[in-house]
């Protein structure tokens, strides 16, 4: 996801350059397992005081589902805008003082908001960064009912042989905590008619 952008940093203000992206991102981050491509449009925008990337991106990841654990492929979409600013300028290689910079201030100690002496946009960690955001927090696998999902039943079982110490059933039926169950004796006293002295 790296651009050059010397020649759109030549271009008067509003001038712009178009890419189709489709590209690997295996090694972008190891807590993403991509199962496709990320493809998509990016545009670059020349502004007063760089450039401005935007982008609408797709791609389908490997995530571990919510519920029963296993890997499942989730899609994901996302649109992003993000400024990037040059460390030189391109006509002459002079570096550019942060004080010359027409920007937002967090714009100007972020590293990966800025285009290296090369003129080479590297858009990859705002990307990386937008992918996360992008990603379901709690992702889910195909089937909607749990009690259709075999793998989930499986989780169940596992979960009730390994805690079986920590349910009791009481009268009523109900599976009730016994670090609990010191409460349910209040819940009774309380339950009980009061005797006038």
Partial sequence: MEFNVAQL???PIGATREYELNE???GLDPGLIPVSPLTGLVKLLRTHSGVLVIGDLSISL???CNRCLEP???PVS???EESF???TDVETGRFLMPQEFKGQQEELSDAALIIDDHHILDASEVVRQNIWLALPMYPGCMFEDPANCPYFAVRLQ???EVHSDLVEETVDGEVIDPRWAALLALKQDDAEPKRKR
């Fill in 85 to 87: 600013r040059p460390l």
């Fill in 24 to 26: 690997e991102i295996e």
């Fill in 158 to 160: 596992e979960i009730k």
């Fill in 78 to 80: 996302f649109h992003f």
């Fill in 9 to 11: 940093l030549k271009q």
């Fill in 72 to 74: 499942v492929e989730t």
């Fill in 62 to 64: 490997e995530v571990s």
